[in-house]
């Protein structure tokens, strides 16, 4: 058996491919570019946004080359994944924690139906929890780890033509 | 000497006083003042003696000399803190404590100024007299002024008057063997008594200063006894223990293997004591435990200079120096931190109403700045954070310990490197205690409990001063020490300038300067941040994040858990068992000395007892009759 | 001897569903046992209570922390390390999911039980569907039977592979949790490959449309998928096993009695670390040469083992039915999974239905009126799972922790329903 490591490195699991996003977000601001620290909080899926999180850090992805990495605190965080569909006996306890983000910050909304932003102030099931001018964008439904990590690249650097200039970065 | 008759004096007078305490502690404190002016005035002066014929050719005598100033420069010093803290402190407590307290001081100054060995004895029976009066008092007032009884800890109490006992008798055999031998009283006149004197004496200040295992009275009575008497138990009580061992060892002979003894005794006993404070759950048994450990502290590095002074040779002369140097150091640094310790735990306690450190928490939040930062600087200083005093003397303890090697005979070296092993232990250990204490109830989360008021006044200007001296003193070591008589360990290295370096060995050992780590602290830390404070940056505050939810207090971490690490790797030496009690379950260890010192007490009480029943069974007063009727014999038959 | 699973109310009787090594069984309510306290305190607090003494405090766990990725609520008693009581809330994620599907039409119900568990959404709604055919008394044809098999299998696949996954990132091997995430990846992508979603439970309610362009399945490849999941998984628990740090922290941590484990109603792997061989799959006439794997061990190494084992035989199994089932098979099975014919209109019926989950035994009881749900009760493994987590816990220290909890692979969602 080869020694661990070298293991590894062989099996060249990185993807290099574009990550295209459906819609729009806005993005934070440009100290964001190499390095957004993420707090994923769990506002009561049904767990399998949890395990597609969970998939998201697997190497495939390998999010830390662009500099995208799981904070263990929301106060270590500068955008806050809100994964849903939310129940209210968790509302008091999300919105809490949106009020632990250090400015500038943002909150994506993973899971449950499109609600209309940022033309309203209502968000649906979402209110309560966080201010809509918080919000930085939507993945309504159930994406795939792909598109949550388009979504952040795009927050991370802004918008571009149809898909995300990040093919070809290791 | 004329200051320290007034001192005495005016004690006297505080306690005719006792009956309006304020004014009884204002006395006592102006005789603090005057004590401490008489500490500095001797320091400064020649030996002094004052003498009256008292028997045969024995006369009693004060005298004061370099180390009895020094050692009433640090009680008075601790006494006008003292003092002035009970002038409000006072009042919660009934007037036999201020007699007892008044009248201690002047005991202790008596033992300190003894130029004989009677004059001693009797100031030492005083002041262990004083101290069971003072523990005893079951006078207690509420903050409203209300009369409160409450039941002192009598049996706590006969234990340490029973080792106060022993203590006195050990030092009356061994001046016994002094009179027989060399027909003398007088300190000054002993010449190079014998290893008996050595050992009983030396053994009788050890008791004195609580040396494991005869500390086992002192968490039960620090719990009942009001906080400025507690202080007095800890600081000029001990203190005296200190002087006692400092004095014994100067006018004995060596003995190596009983100072090699002493040096292992005091090594455990720091081990020990740093060892129960660790795991201490109670506000006043954790400070009662790290005296204690410093006692123990004291007794290695006396006992250490004095095996370097019998060797003789150069750098050994130099390192019995230094030790001595370093049980000044840790004898004042501990005097002033746990004088403050007391006064802050005791404004903290009195404030809230409250025994254990678990319930004292957020003292700074919940009662105020001022005992907060008390409990946080005695704190630090006490677990030898630079540049406060505690660090200088526990650095010197080490470094003492650590240069065994220094030492021709193979077995005080390996005995040195043992107490060094046991002494870090000790160092290490304290540290967790003081963290343990400091960051519970000084930085603690106090849950929107607040205390209520106490007289606090007098309380909080103590408590102040304090405050100032204790990091003061500490940037000043090198001029202190060099009042002392220590100038020659002080020089200059590395752009330190001449005498800022304390060094530690000659040949160099090591080095520290506390008052350059001061400059440095200044230049690197506190003034970065003065000016980031002044720029008023703009601070968004939020409520702590706990997953989500806020804390509840029955969430918090508790101070036994905190140490429950502790008690559960070293189990072997703290008995660890768990305890379910209908349900409840908690962690309890025990002092492993406590059980068989106990039943020495115990016997001792029993059989004094029983002789009181069968010997002494009249009044008391008939008693006092025989004992004026036997002195008057003995003086006409003399004649 | 048989493990209470839950009980059902129906026209004032109380019907107890059960659980006899391999068969779900519908039997009179009996006494009161330790099961009837759990099941019936499951929409709030589970657990062995709270403790009180000197220095004990609620450690609390959640609802949102660092370490356990779903929000979840559990209070830990302690002095210090040990853990003294074990407290779980599955009040927050509970959403009365049984409650609501009265009334609700199959396709209805079927959305809502696809989402009661994400991870375990096969399991519950092929469960759900084999209770509703049950109470038609209807037989699903056996191409539907093979591929359901085929999705329950692929769904342990990526549960198991998630478990041991965490316990290998809890324990600090870098390596070995990197290789397992990549695995995981892999095996979740299969998932969508067949589903088009993440989740099989997706297909019962979309039916194949979802997939993209509705392209046919090609069996051979997602066979040459798993195959290869299964080789690279095989190497990586033989690696894993060299590792000691990796063994040491799982190997006597949160024991399960035997008692307990019975007492308790566990069930599926982790009782089958307990040296229980129950595995419903073993009925199941349509899987050839089943072998339940077990372990004696009851530690979360054993529940470690007996996963990983299951997971190569499921790879297996996944293989087989769907080279059964060809691509015409497979299509068919596709399309009729996206259709319900409630065909008995009018009479009133109940069954049950049960599956062999990833952790544990799902057993839905449903009542039907009129081609709607009028009641329904649902046993998910999770709640007991976590009875037995918080019983076995105990005694264990905080560090204990996420190699306990990973190890029973549970979720708050599944028990909060």
Redesign the interface.
């Known amino acids: 058996m080869v020694f661990w490591p070298f293991h590894g490195i062989a099996k060249r699991l990185t993807e290099r491919r574009r990550y295209e996003r459906r819609t729009e977000f806005r993005t934070l601001g440009p100290q964001f570019r190499r390095s957004l620290h993420i707090f994923v909080v769990d506002a009561g899926c049904d767990n399998s946004l949890n395990f597609t999180i969970a998939a998201l850090q697997a190497p495939q992805y390998n999010t830390h080359r662009f500099g995208i990495y799981f904070a263990d605190t929301p106060r270590h965080a500068d955008l806050l994944v809100l994964l849903g569909p939310p129940l209210p006996s968790l509302r008091e306890a999300v919105a809490a924690t949106v009020r632990q983000l250090p400015s500038p910050c943002g909150v994506l909304l993973v899971g449950q139906e499109k609600v209309d932003l940022p033309a309203t102030d209502t968000l649906g099931s979402w209110t309560g929890m966080v201010d809509a001018d918080a919000v930085v964008g939507q993945l309504p439904g159930d994406p795939a780890p792909a598109e949550i990590l388009a979504a952040l690249l795009s927050i991370q650097r802004g918008p571009g033509k149809g898909t995300h200039p990040v093919g070809g970065e290791r | 000497m004329m200051l320290l008759w007034l001192a005495v004096g005016l004690y006297i007078a505080g306690a005719f006083f006792a009956s309006r305490r304020p004014l009884s502690y204002g006395v006592a404190f102006l005789a603090s003042l005057v004590a401490l002016a008489a500490g500095v005035a001797a320091l400064s002066s020649p030996p002094q003696t004052a003498s009256v014929p008292f028997f045969d050719n024995l006369r009693l005598s004060l005298s004061l000399d370099r180390l009895s100033a020094t050692f009433i420069l640090i009680s008075s010093l601790s006494a006008v803190l003292l003092s002035l803290f009970a002038i409000g402190y006072g009042k919660l407590y009934g007037s036999r404590t201020a007699a007892a307290f008044s009248l201690g001081f002047a005991g202790v100054l008596i033992v300190l100024a003894a130029g004989d060995s009677l004059t001693f004895l009797s100031g030492w029976e005083l002041v262990t007299i004083f101290s069971f009066l003072l523990m005893t008092d079951d006078v207690r007032y509420s903050g409203a002024g209300k009369l409160e009884r409450r039941s002192p800890l009598v049996s706590a109490s006969f234990r340490f008057l029973v080792f106060g006992e022993i203590s006195s008798m050990l030092l009356l055999l061994a001046f016994a063997i002094v009179l027989v031998t060399q027909k003398t009283i007088s300190f000054a006149e002993i010449r190079q008594a014998g290893p008996a004197f050595l050992v009983l004496a030396t053994l009788g200040a050890a008791i004195k200063m609580d040396a494991v295992p005869f500390h086992i009275w002192m968490p039960g009575v620090y719990e009942q006894t009001a906080d400025h008497s507690s202080a007095f138990l800890s600081v000029p009580l001990t203190l005296m223990g200190v002087y006692g061992l400092e004095r014994f060892v100067t006018v004995a002979a060596p003995s190596p293997q009983w100072l090699v003894v002493l040096v292992l005794l005091g090594s455990l006993t720091a081990f020990w004591g740093a060892l129960q404070a660790a795991a201490a759950r109670k506000l006043k048994s954790l400070p009662a435990y790290s005296t204690v450990e410093n006692n123990g502290m004291i007794i290695t590095v006396i006992a250490a200079s004095a095996l370097a002074a019998s060797v003789g040779t150069k750098s050994l002369s130099y390192l019995a120096s230094f030790a001595a140097a370093a049980a000044v150091v840790l004898a004042l640094g501990h005097a002033l931190a746990k004088s403050l310790l007391f006064m802050s735990i005791g404004h903290a306690k009195e404030s809230l109403g409250v025994k254990t450190i678990d319930e004292a928490r957020g003292v700074w939040r919940g009662v105020g700045p001022v005992p907060g930062i008390g409990i946080l600087v005695a704190g630090l200083s006490l677990s030898a954070f630079p540049p406060l005093l505690g660090y200088t003397g526990e650095w010197m303890v080490l470094e003492t310990v650590f240069q065994s090697s220094r030492f021709t005979a193979s077995g005080e070296k390996f005995f040195l490197a043992v107490a060094g092993f046991l002494t870090a232990l000790a160092i290490g250990l304290a540290v967790f205690a003081m963290v343990k204490l400091v960051g519970y109830t000084a930085l603690g989360y106090n849950h929107e409990r607040f205390g209520s008021p106490v007289p606090d006044r007098p309380m909080k200007i103590a408590q102040l001063l304090s405050i100032i001296l204790i990091p003061l003193l500490g940037i000043a070591a090198p001029f202190l020490l060099s009042r002392f008589g220590y100038a020659g360990l002080f020089g200059g290295l590395l752009g330190v300038p001449s005498p800022l370096l304390l060094q530690s060995g000659s040949p160099l050992f090591g080095v520290v300067s506390p008052t350059m780590f001061a400059a440095v602290i200044v230049v690197l830390a506190a003034i970065p941040l003065l000016v980031w404070r002044l720029r008023r940056p703009r601070v968004r505050r939020v409520e702590p994040w706990y997953g989500g939810l806020s804390l509840e207090e029955r969430e918090y971490f508790t101070e036994p858990a905190f140490s429950q690490i502790l008690l559960h790797m070293l189990r072997r030496f703290y008995g660890t068992a768990e305890g379910r009690h209908e349900g409840r379950r908690q962690l309890h260890i025990r002092d492993r000395f406590a059980r068989p010192l106990r039943a020495v007490a115990a016997v001792t009480m029993r059989v004094g007892g029983a002789l009181s029943r069968t010997l002494m069974n009249g009044h008391i007063y008939y008693y006092v009759a025989y004992i004026l009727f036997a002195f008057v014999v003995v003086l006409i038959i003399r004649w | 001897m048989s493990i209470v699973l839950g009980y059902h109310k129906k026209n004032g009787r109380e019907i107890e569903i059960a659980q006899d090594a391999a068969e779900i069984v519908l039997c009179d309510a009996e006494a009161p046992g330790s099961a009837r306290a759990i099941i019936e305190r499951r929409n709030g607090v589970i657990g062995n209570g709270s403790?009180?003494?000197?220095?004990?405090?609620?450690?609390?766990?959640?609802?949102?922390?660092?370490?356990y990725?779903?929000?979840g609520l559990v209070h830990y008693y302690?002095?210090?390390?040990?853990i003294?009581s074990v407290e779980v809330d599955l009040?927050?994620?509970?959403?009365g999911i049984e409650a609501s599907l009265e009334g609700e039409k199959i396709e209805s119900a079927l959305r809502s039980v696809s989402?009661?568990?994400?991870?375990f959404?096969a399991a519950h709604t092929i469960a759900f569907l084999r209770a509703v055919e049950s109470a038609l008394g209807s037989e699903a044809p056996e191409q539907t039977r093979r591929f359901r098999i085929a999705l329950l299998e692929i769904e342990r696949i990526?549960n198991h592979l998630?478990v041991i996954?965490r316990l290998a990132t809890a324990a600090a091997q870098k390596?070995l949790a990197?290789?397992l995430?990549?695995l995981?990846?892999e095996s979740?992508r299969i998932v969508?490959l067949i589903a088009g979603?993440?989740?099989f439970g997706?297909l019962f309610v979309g039916g194949p449309a979802l997939r993209p362009g509705g392209s046919p399945i090609a069996v051979s490849e997602i066979g040459e998928r798993l195959r290869r999941v299964r080789s690279t998984f095989a190497?990586l628990f033989e690696?894993s096993l060299a590792s000691r740090n990796y063994l040491d922290r799982l190997h006597r941590t949160a024991i399960v009695e035997r008692a307990v484990a019975t007492t308790d109603s566990l069930t599926g792997p982790s009782l089958r670390a307990c040296g229980f061989g129950w595995d419903l799959r073993t009925s199941d006439p349509l899987i050839e040469n089943f072998e339940v794997r077990t372990q004696d061990e009851a530690d979360a190494f054993a529940r470690m083992e007996v996963r990983s084992q299951e997971i190569l035989d499921s790879c297996a199994i996944a293989i087989g039915q769907l080279a059964r089932l060809g691509d015409s098979g497979v299509a068919d099975a596709m399309r009729a999974t996206g259709e319900h014919n409630a065909a008995n209109e009018g009479a009133a019926a109940s069954g049950l239905g049960a599956t062999e989950s990833a952790s544990g035994t799902v057993a839905w009881f449903v009542e039907l009126e009129r081609g709607r749900v009028s009641a329904a009760h649902v046993s998910s493994p999770s709640v007991f799972g976590f009875q037995t987590y918080a019983d076995a816990v105990v005694g264990n220290i905080f560090t204990d922790v996420p190699f306990a909890i990973d190890s029973f692979g549970i979720?708050?969602?599944?028990a909060g329903r």
């Open positions: 403790t009180s003494g000197d220095g004990v405090f609620d450690f609390r766990y959640g609802p949102f922390t660092g370490g990725p779903e929000a302690t002095y210090g390390e040990r003294l009040s927050l994620k509970h959403r989402r009661l568990c994400g991870n959404s990526y998630y996954m390596v990197a290789h995430a990549a995981f990846e979740l969508e979603r993440r989740r997706a190497k690696r979720s708050f969602a599944d």
